[in-house]
């Protein structure tokens, strides 16, 4: 399994979702996508199972008051 | 002079609102200079607000709660007629507001006075307030350090008693680590409980709205006032008003401390500061709020992708209009994986699951709100626990963890404690739920016994 690379990572994910990144703001993106890695790391070790739902639900509308 | 003075003494006809208007007014042109809290003050729409309450007062008619009482919000509240910044240059090209924001007009229905918007870091991403755009906001016990943020204006405006109510936001920490620093109180409540309508979005998934005071009875009239039921927020999670009082006392409170993850990653006052109220309580049980680093975590990366996702078009345009202090984390936001985003949210479920447990054996949960009091403005780096870290994102260590599951939580300043710099510093009384109730009760209590109260800066009128 490859390093991630969060350099390597942040040009094709940029194109992919067409946000143009400047080689000027590349250094300050790189090192918050390593951050935002660590931080994935920790998440990654909660325990789930299929169960676990995600946290914010959708509704389709209040119903109004009586 | 406290808002409950103020509106007491307005509703008896022995102050005239436009007179308290005016001194308000002159005083915060007089002074706000050293602080930079207000970025925009509404002088016409406040006069024309106390004019109305007067007549109402000579009227007969009832003016409300907050009887001429000034106000002023974040400058992410609507107000009708003014740009709503968000503390972004950005924003500046947007049209006026057509409407008040909900809470707006619930201070407005309750007889308040609007003076105007407030200062904040750029969409509220930050803990500072060190604003590219607007320049930062000033401590008011120490112009030369921060306020915090997100809702460093509103926290400065109160401390240095420019206005004794304001409202902030609070996403990740930004009502309560600016309480904590400006040495005031501020309640973030239960998410849903309060209407976010005509609020700037930040974090749908983790957005509150709530005020802040210099005491107690400010801070609950305030409170009362703003509840009120809203169709248009999806995300409010209406149980009709449930108006708080300060008094009941708080014995038959049962109170743990929070240990782990919010007995490390600070400094030695903010240690000091929950035992300090841990032992004007007698509350000697230590608990510990299970995953509050994942919890952090989570909250981490839902913020980089939400607030990222709603500035996309931007970041692809202009994307050097943002503050750099701003710019580069949401340009990374926009590029995470969705598996890191959605794995947060379940997480974040899980979280959730574990912290109700512990209400069953507790009502009210004791941890700090900042690692430590203030830093200089500009400040990047500080040593915590033997390393040096970035001082501005570990500002939300021990708020993160709590705004990630939605707990309503009353920053309280702590009395007594010896600080550097005699810097103010506060402490989060976090409840179940809903039970905002116990948390003002326990507040009051620990207001009455001298443990907590919110200290007058020197520096504010010398």
Redesign the interface.
């Known amino acids: 399994m490859p390093e991630f690379d969060p350099d390597a990572?942040?040009r094709q994910?940029?194109a992919a979702?067409?946000?143009?990144?400047?080689e000027r703001?590349l250094p300050?993106?790189?090192?918050?996508?390593a951050l935002?890695a660590r931080?994935?790391g920790?998440?990654?070790?909660?325990p789930?199972t299929p169960a676990?739902?995600?946290?914010?639900v959708f509704?389709a509308?209040?119903t109004?008051?009586k | 002079m406290s808002a409950a003075a103020l509106a007491a003494d307005i509703r008896a006809g022995r102050r005239r609102a436009v007179e308290v208007v005016e001194a308000h007014l002159a005083d915060i042109a007089a002074r706000d200079a050293r602080f930079n809290a207000f970025t925009e003050v509404t002088a016409a729409r406040a006069r024309a607000e106390a004019v109305a309450v007067d007549a109402a007062v000579a009227a007969g008619r009832d003016p409300g709660p907050l009887a001429g009482v000034p106000v002023a919000v974040k400058n992410l509240f609507d107000l009708e007629g003014v740009v709503t910044l968000a503390g972004a240059k950005i924003e500046r090209d947007s049209p006026p507001a057509r409407t008040d924001a909900f809470l707006v007009r619930k201070l407005r229905e309750a007889g308040a006075v609007m003076l105007g918007a407030l200062n904040m870091d750029e969409y509220a991403y930050g803990f500072t307030t060190e604003n590219a755009h607007f320049g930062p906001c000033h401590n008011p016990h120490d112009l030369s350090r921060i306020a915090g943020g997100s809702s460093g204006g509103s926290a400065a405006a109160v401390a240095a008693g420019l206005v004794p109510i304001t409202l902030g936001s609070d996403t990740n920490g930004s009502i309560r680590v600016p309480s904590s620093l400006c040495g005031i109180w501020g309640l973030k409540p239960t998410y849903g409980r309060l209407s976010r309508r005509g609020a700037f979005l930040f974090v749908g998934?983790l957005d509150h709205l709530g005020p802040f005071a210099r005491d107690m009875t400010d801070l609950a009239l305030a409170y009362n006032a703003l509840q009120g039921?809203d169709?248009d927020d999806?995300a409010?999670a209406?149980r009709g008003v449930e108006p708080v009082s300060l008094e009941g006392g708080a014995e038959d409170l049962r109170i743990g401390i929070l240990d782990d993850h919010f007995a490390r990653n600070g400094h030695a006052e903010a240690f000091a500061a929950v035992a300090a109220v841990a032992r004007a309580l007698g509350a000697a049980r230590h608990v510990t709020l299970p995953?509050a680093?994942?919890g952090r975590?989570?909250a981490?990366?839902i913020t980089?992708a939400e607030g990222a996702n709603l500035h996309?078009p931007n970041?692809?345009a202009r994307?050097d209009d943002f503050d750099p202090g701003t710019?580069?984390?949401f340009?990374?936001?926009?590029?995470?994986?969705a598996t890191?985003v959605?794995?947060?949210?379940?997480?974040?479920?899980?979280?959730?699951a574990k912290a109700l447990a512990l209400f069953e054996e507790f009502d009210v949960l004791i941890a700090p709100a900042t690692p430590y009091v203030a830093p200089p403005i500009g400040q990047e780096m500080i040593e915590v626990d033997g390393q040096s870290i970035p001082v501005r994102p570990n500002l939300g260590i021990y708020t993160q963890p709590i705004s990630c599951i939605g707990l309503p939580v009353i920053a309280a300043p702590v009395a007594g404690v010896p600080t550097p710099g005699n810097l103010p510093i506060g402490v989060q009384l976090i409840g179940a739920p809903w039970a905002e109730d116990k948390l003002f009760r326990l507040a009051a209590h620990l207001e009455r016994i001298g443990a907590c109260r919110a200290p007058t800066p020197r520096s504010a009128h010398a």
Request: glycine share 4%; aromatic share 6%; proline share 8%.
């Open positions: 990572y942040a994910a940029a979702v067409a946000l143009p990144l400047h703001h300050g993106v790189v090192m918050n996508l935002a931080m994935a920790l998440v990654a070790q909660m789930l676990d739902e995600a946290a914010p509704t509308g209040r109004p008051p | 998934a039921d169709m999806h409010q209406w995953d680093a994942i975590a989570a981490f990366l980089m996309l970041l692809r994307p710019r580069d984390r340009l990374a936001g926009a590029l995470l994986p890191w959605q794995q947060a949210q379940r997480a974040r479920a899980a979280c959730r």
